[in-house]
């Protein structure tokens, strides 16, 4: 279900149960890293671009920016930090959300 309302005025009766997608297709609209406690921040000039972040995330949030260094999209990556623990340089570094 996609739907019409700015976030700032959803509420839980807004959306399906679970947040199930009914519409296919439709999942991305569900912004599920919402809840994360973490984020990754990544220091794109260090990044080697070797994709092994992107290759590892369970979300596969990670893009390609336009310089070819990875960076995630935070409307969905859910902090597991697993993209922190592959990068060979280090240099994703997982911080608090405030
Ligand atoms: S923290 Fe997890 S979900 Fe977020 S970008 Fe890294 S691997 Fe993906
Ligand atoms: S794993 Fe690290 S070096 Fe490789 S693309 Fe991702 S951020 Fe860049």
């Known amino acids: 279900m996609s739907n019409p309302k700015p976030d700032n005025e959803l509420t839980s009766r807004d959306l ?3 947040c199930i997608a009914t519409t296919p297709g439709s999942a991305s609209v569900n912004r599920t890293g919402d809840w994360r406690s973490q ?3 990544f220091a794109t000039l260090r990044c080697i671009k070797c994709g092994l972040c ?3 995330c369970p979300e596969g949030c990670i893009v390609e ?3 070819g260094a990875f960076e995630a999209n935070l409307y ?3 902090g597991c930090g697993i ?3 592959e990068c060979p340089i280090l240099a ?3 911080k608090e959300e405030s």
Do not use: H
């Open 76 to 78: 969905y990556c859910k």
């Open 92 to 94: 994703v570094t997982m």
């Open 39 to 41: 984020r990754p921040e």
């Open 54 to 56: 992107a290759l590892y």
């Open 65 to 67: 920016n336009a310089g």
């Open 16 to 18: 399906e149960i679970g």
């Open 83 to 85: 993209c922190s623990r």
